[in-house]
């Protein structure tokens, strides 16, 4: 019967806690007076990232940062038209299409090609920019002076995954096709450093990159000699969730933008990204970036730290949670054993899909399909406190489970001939043992959060990592921005370690105790005297 008091309470949270959360799911929410854009705001000059409103850049949603960019200023013609607040949502590339399909953003404008495999999913407007396909090398490389595709045998290029850029390098004779990489920033660190010879790209972002980077070279193709493309192929429309009624509105806002417009707006993109200048060693680089963009790495390792930290504490609070249940005896009424399983079955499933599968897996599923399926608009650091958190809870579960079981049995039933109940055992004697005992593996999971918080960049979350790569795509200079990136992870993840030794010492004492043993044995001795 003390089992059953044991399990009752326990058991009837379980299910409350289950069903508001399927209630919670069916709850939708209503729309705003928004139109939501989503882009990398890391593809100049279709978009980028800046420290200010200058030049009539944009607010990142959820971030301090601003948006700027032909996109930007296409989209803010299309807002005003709509008579909506323009609201620029920043994510990865591949993040995009799910960011629209689950209704996250009500467009992409991005510099997407309307491609017959995406309309499958989305709907396109009418084309806002038409480009030509070309190649960036370094000025240095043998590949410099090519004039045709077949000049570039044996060369290792590459392009963005998912795109266009990427399926044309077939069309190159004996090429080394690279594997496709998520982004620009990427491909720009893999040239300048020599990993790849060149990488596909479109005139306005190779015009960009040539200006930034002076050891970058675009190569333009005579007519005949470059990639064979169709004219959706070349052009640069919107996307938009299939059916959506706005389409045709934004079909008739491109129509009152007239081409020279639209020339002169991509004139002052190309104009306004900033000069950079070269002629400094790489360790004046590093202290430059790091004053110059100081706020936005700490706010990126503020995030950081943040998530991981309470990622870390429920995440442990789940694991204690699942394991302390899981030691409950086998109810005796029918009921309770029923519902016992079940809950065991169900935490059981828990932790098996949360281990089998990557937290940036994960991230894309909860963020994107919470919305598509039940929506539920979370916040991009909500959804991702509650992926690490329960990521966290999985492992923990196990980490947990062990450390019960390290417990000697003797000392479960030493409890139980005292007439302690399960609960108080497991208060008073086995939970304080197995916290100190999976202090390390606590830790070190933690750390583990620190570093896998960069995943969380696929859902928009503005971390360190995702804070670097904004920097880097500003500046061009990645070896040096991601050097002081790597230095502030290492001081993140060495002072946490650090901390935790200390706690593990302080909860271990002196390792001698004598003192406390003195105490203990004066009363006897001078009791010894007085016989």
């Known amino acids: 019967m003390k089992n059953n008091k044991t399990i009752k309470p326990l058991i009837y949270t379980l299910l409350l806690f289950l069903s508001s959360i399927v209630s919670l799911g069916t709850t939708a929410f209503a729309a705003d007076d928004t139109f939501t854009v989503g882009m990398e705001a890391g593809y100049p000059p279709f978009n980028w990232t800046q420290k200010d409103d200058s030049n009539g850049a944009v607010p990142i949603k959820g971030s301090k940062e601003f948006a700027g960019g032909y996109d930007v200023e296409i989209a803010k013609r299309i807002a005003e038209g709509l008579g909506k607040e323009l609201v620029i949502f920043k994510t990865e590339w591949d993040g995009l299409p799910p960011a629209v399909t689950s209704g996250k953003a009500d467009a992409i404008i991005a510099g997407m090609s309307p491609t017959e495999e995406r309309k499958q999913t ?30 570039f045998k044996g060369a290792k290029i590459t392009g963005q995954l998912n795109t266009l850029h990427y399926g044309v390098i077939d069309q190159i004779p004996g090429v080394d096709k690279q594997t496709a990489m998520t982004d620009f920033s990427a491909m720009r660190v893999s040239l300048d450093s020599g990993k790849i010879d060149g990488y596909v790209t479109e005139i306005p972002e190779g015009i960009t990159a040539e200006k930034l980077n002076p050891n970058f070279k675009m190569i333009q193709f005579e007519k005949g000699k470059g990639f064979e493309t169709s004219e959706a192929d070349n052009a640069i429309a919107i996307g938009m969730k299939k059916g959506s009624p706005q389409v045709a509105e934004v079909n008739s806002i491109l129509t009152n933008i007239s081409q020279d417009e639209r020339d002169k707006i991509m004139e002052d993109a190309i104009s306004q990204q900033p000069e950079v200048v070269n002629n400094k060693p790489w360790y004046v680089w590093v202290m430059d970036i790091a004053k110059e963009n100081w706020p ?171 804070a670097t790569k904004t920097v880097a795509g500003a500046n061009f200079r990645f070896f040096e921005t991601f050097t002081i990136t790597c230095v502030i992870y290492f001081v993140m993840t060495f002072t946490v370690t650090r901390i935790l030794r200390y706690l593990e010492k302080r909860l271990d004492g002196d390792g001698t105790y004598a003192p406390y043993a003195n105490q203990l044995q004066t009363p006897i001795l001078e009791r010894k005297d007085e016989r």
């Open 122 to 151: 989305l709907d396109f407007s009418d084309y806002y920019y038409s480009s030509q396909l070309t190649i960036l090398v370094k000025k240095d490389s043998p590949y410099a002076n090519a004039t045709s595709l077949k000049d």
């Open 296 to 466: 936005m790495f700490l706010r990126g390792a503020g995030t950081t730290l943040f998530i991981a930290l309470i990622g870390t504490v429920v995440g442990t609070t789940i694991g204690l949670g699942i394991g302390v249940y899981r030691t409950i005896p086998t109810p005796e009424k029918t009921f309770l054993r029923f519902a016992y399983k079940l809950v065991n079955a169900l935490f059981s499933i828990y932790i098996e899909i949360f281990r089998g599968t990557p937290m940036i897996v994960q991230s894309m599923v909860i963020f994107y399909g919470s919305k598509q399926l039940y929506g539920i608009d979370m916040n991009p650091v909500t959804a991702a406190l509650f992926i690490v958190s329960i990521n966290t809870g999985a492992y923990m579960t196990e980490i947990v489970r062990g450390g019960i079981f390290a417990v000697d049995k003797g000392q479960f039933e030493a409890a139980s001939a005292i007439g302690m109940t399960h609960w108080q055992t497991m208060k008073n004697v086995v939970i304080p043992q197995v916290f100190r005992n999976t202090l390390p593996a606590i830790g070190n999971e933690f750390v583990i959060n620190i570093k896998d918080t960069s995943v969380l960049n696929v859902i928009a979350v503005s971390e360190l990592f995702f």
